[in-house]
């Protein structure tokens, strides 16, 4: 079956520092990949998407590219802030029909000042 | 548009007792989808509904059971509750998938004493 594979957190961050989490994923076809984010108290919001190999996700200075030779999903933010501190999830899914969406377990972020 | 709602947004139960928790998706959202967040088990898929059918289920027990309405809200329901039922509950909607983006409410926390 589909599988998301994220790296295992907590993710610990001085202000302003550089940000990578991992996402790899296994599927059949060719899905949409997502990164949701949640803050504490909160559900999840969409953070970004891509559709399509090569395509680029960018929100709110984070960006993720769609890589199906390495099947990776990585999230990168260039200088991260306090208020970035939050749990990311990367997921999959494909679109028109009946799909589960896959979910990865998810990568605690803390940033410190 | 106004967002996903969930109410309750807070609920203490004791082992033995059902409750029913309910779900608003954005107007015009078709798919709704319930999820069970834990720490140790992450985010779990319980059910999709679409056009008031159960169009995808998780591997949950009988006790756990959802139904939506012609206006999309949606319901589940968790009968003779258990400890391990204690979570946050989420629903999320869509336009027409659940494999496509989708936009999650800010939960339900269930304790179950």
């Known amino acids: 079956g589909d599988s998301v594979t994220q790296m295992e957190g907590p993710v610990t961050l001085s202000e302003e520092a550089f940000l990578t989490i991992n996402c790899t994923y296994t599927?059949?076809?060719?899905?949409?990949l997502f990164w949701y984010v949640q803050y504490p108290g909160e559900g999840l919001q969409l953070l970004l998407k891509?559709?399509?190999?090569?395509d680029k996700g960018s929100n709110k200075g984070f960006e993720a590219t769609y890589r199906k030779e390495t099947t990776s999903f990585h999230l990168e933010k260039g200088s991260v802030q306090v208020s970035d501190s939050a749990v990311y999830f990367c997921?999959?899914?494909?679109?028109?029909?009946?799909?589960?969406?896959?979910f990865g377990r998810g990568t605690s972020l803390i940033v410190h000042p | 548009k106004a967002g996903v709602t969930q109410t309750p947004r807070y609920l203490i139960k004791t082992r033995g007792q059902q409750v029913t928790l309910s779900c608003s998706p954005i107007?015009?959202?078709?798919?709704v989808s319930w999820y069970q967040q834990t720490p140790g088990q992450g985010l779990q898929f319980l059910f999709e509904?679409?056009?008031?059918?159960?169009?995808n289920k998780g591997n949950f027990p009988g006790r756990f059971s959802g139904r939506q309405f012609s206006n999309s809200r949606s319901e589940m329901n968790v009968s003779t509750l258990e400890l391990g039922d204690s979570a946050l509950y989420l629903c999320?909607?869509?336009?027409?998938?659940?494999?496509?983006?989708?936009?999650f409410g800010p939960g339900t926390r269930l304790t179950v004493l």
């Open positions: 999320a909607s869509s336009q027409e998938s659940s494999g496509n983006e989708q936009f």
């Open positions: 599927a059949t076809g060719y899905p949409s």
């Open positions: 891509a559709t399509k190999a090569d």
């Open positions: 997921a999959l899914g494909f679109s028109g029909g009946s799909y589960i969406p896959t």
């Open positions: 107007s015009g959202h078709r798919s």
């Open positions: 509904y679409f056009s008031e059918t159960q169009r």
